[in-house]
């Protein structure tokens, strides 16, 4: 019976995201992704629920409008890899002006490591070699997220 809820949760949620996903490509126009808390709204229902840390991107034209939503790497419960080079790719692929990186905390606590820090730091001159400007690095928790420009960590 538990098994059957939790699918039946997972595929409700799945169909909503399905529902968000078109809205956004249809409202794409006039829906920009300009502060912390439209960008995390959207990250909360991708990554909030994921048993593994998940790193993803949003890739954003100059208007800061989404271009893509991409995961680029997928870790365990407490860790996952950030490579540089796989982001500009991503970035250059889809031609876009700017990046908000995220990742999922599956512990639920959001408070970003040093790790985390690092890489953020990495990236965002990494990306600044090829004008692409990192706007934000979230971390997204169960019910919580901190953005890491905020915090002034980028």
């Given at each position: 019976m538990n098994?059957?809820?939790?699918?039946?949760?997972?595929?409700?949620?799945e169909l909503a995201l399905g529902?968000?996903?078109?809205?956004l490509r249809r409202l794409r126009p006039t829906t920009p992704f300009e502060t912390p808390e439209a960008a995390a709204t959207y990250l909360q229902l991708k990554l909030a629920d994921r048993e593994r840390e998940i790193v993803a991107v949003l890739?954003?034209?100059?208007?800061?409008?989404?271009?893509?939503?991409?995961?680029?790497?997928?870790g365990t419960v407490d860790g996952s890899s950030l490579y540089p080079r796989e982001v500009v790719k991503a970035a250059l692929a889809a031609n876009a002006a700017g990046v908000?990186?995220?990742?999922n905390h599956p512990s639920g606590d959001p408070e970003p490591s040093q790790a985390d820090k690092d890489a953020t730091d990495r990236l965002k001159r990494a990306l600044a070699l090829i004008d692409v400007r990192?706007?934000?690095?979230?971390?997204?928790?169960?019910?919580?997220?901190?953005s890491m420009s905020r915090n002034g960590y980028l």
């Open positions: 098994y059957c809820r939790n699918h039946l949760d997972e595929q409700i949620v529902v968000l996903e078109r809205r890739l954003l034209n100059n208007k800061h409008r989404l271009i893509e939503y991409r995961e680029l790497f997928h908000i990186l995220a990742h990192l706007l934000d690095h979230l971390v997204i928790g169960h019910e919580c997220w901190i």
